[in-house]
């Protein structure tokens, strides 16, 4: 759906190059998919506006929403300080990210029952560009787990604050397990190749 003309003016107002140059920092940080964080967060942010999210909270929080969790030594001040809206920036990425201690899911239970309107968005977002990237991980354990968290975790966040994004995930869902069922398939077919060998 194409933006509106308030969207789009909305979205003009916003000064995100602040926030761009800060999440630089993460662009050494290598992705099991390929790429990088950085380009992670940008990712993030475009799913957000192709939904039509404009608001400027949010969309500085995406790209930064992994800065505290992926440099432990971060200077939050200069988050708090980037701008007159860096302190509910900074409320909000602190939302998306793990508490030390605590498990993956005691995490997402905590957005679904805890998370403000925004959290729960932009958790959303972050999950539908990893769920992308997951196609390219070759570690087909990992791809199962991560598939069968987002159906059971984050279906339910993204049921309460937008059914297209609940669309998209379950289409990427859908896909990374047949995605799996092939790759069982092939894997199946090359073992009794090799078995064929040995008789």
Same mark, same amino acid.
């Given at each position: 759906?194409?933006?509106?003309? #308030?969207?789009?003016?909305?979205?003009?107002?916003?000064?995100?190059?602040?926030? @761009?140059?800060?999440?630089?920092?993460? /662009?050494?940080?290598?992705?099991?998919?390929?790429?990088?964080?950085?380009?992670?967060?940008?990712?993030?942010?475009?799913?957000?506006?192709?939904?039509?999210?404009?608001?400027?909270?949010?969309?500085?929080?995406?790209?930064?929403?992994?800065? @505290?969790?992926?440099?432990?030594?971060?200077?939050?001040?200069?988050?708090?300080? /980037?701008?007159? %809206?860096?302190?509910?920036?900074?409320?909000?990425?602190?939302?998306?990210?793990?508490?030390?201690?605590?498990?993956?899911?005691?995490?997402?239970?905590? @957005?679904?029952?805890?998370?403000?309107?925004?959290?729960?968005?932009?958790?959303?977002?972050?999950?539908?560009?990893?769920?992308?990237?997951?196609?390219?991980?070759?570690?087909? #354990?990992?791809?199962?787990?991560?598939?069968?968290?987002?159906?059971?975790? /984050?279906?339910? /966040?993204?049921?309460?604050?937008?059914?297209?994004?609940?669309?998209?995930?379950?289409?990427?869902? %859908?896909?990374?397990?047949?995605?799996?069922?092939?790759?069982?398939?092939?894997?199946?077919? %090359?073992?009794?190749?090799?078995?064929?060998?040995?008789?």
């Amino acid at each position: 759906m194409r933006m509106t003309t #308030e969207e789009m003016n909305r979205l003009r107002e916003i000064h995100l190059a602040p926030y @761009i140059q800060l999440a630089t920092v993460l /662009i050494g940080k290598a992705r099991i998919g390929g790429g990088n964080m950085f380009r992670h967060q940008l990712d993030t942010m475009a799913i957000l506006i192709d939904y039509g999210y404009t608001d400027s909270i949010l969309l500085k929080a995406s790209i930064v929403h992994d800065i @505290i969790e992926d440099i432990p030594d971060f200077n939050h001040n200069l988050l708090l300080s /980037i701008d007159f %809206e860096g302190h509910a920036v900074y409320e909000l990425v602190r939302e998306v990210t793990k508490i030390p201690d605590e498990t993956k899911a005691e995490f997402l239970v905590r @957005i679904f029952e805890q998370g403000s309107h925004n959290a729960k968005i932009l958790k959303v977002a972050d999950r539908i560009a990893n769920m992308i990237t997951l196609g390219f991980v070759n570690k087909m #354990e990992f791809v199962k787990r991560y598939t069968e968290e987002t159906e059971q975790y /984050i279906f339910p /966040i993204a049921e309460m604050v937008n059914g297209y994004m609940l669309t998209e995930l379950q289409t990427l869902v %859908e896909s990374r397990r047949r995605y799996l069922e092939d790759f069982s398939k092939i894997k199946s077919e %090359e073992t009794y190749t090799d078995s064929m060998h040995f008789m």
